[in-house]
């Protein structure tokens, strides 16, 4: 599960990065369109995704012996 996790982090992460509206291939597309914080929910939503990641490895990951 750990690798599959993994990559869906890089995916999201890449997603959030190519979906910021101050790129020039999203400016003229909907949501950037609509002004106001629309423009943001796509890379927001990324991110929230990685975050979910990120805690799914952090509390599903099993313990480690020291």
Do not use: C, D, N, Q
Request: glycine letters at 8%; a positive charge.
């Amino acid at each position: 599960m750990s690798p599959f996790l993994f990559a869906l982090l890089l995916i999201f992460i890449i997603l959030a990065i190519v979906g910021w509206p101050a790129w020039g291939h999203t400016r003229e597309r909907w949501p950037y369109t609509r002004g106001g914080r629309y423009r943001y929910y796509p890379t927001a939503g990324a991110i929230v995704a990685a975050i979910l990641v990120i805690l799914l490895f952090w509390v599903l990951s099993p313990p480690t012996a020291v």
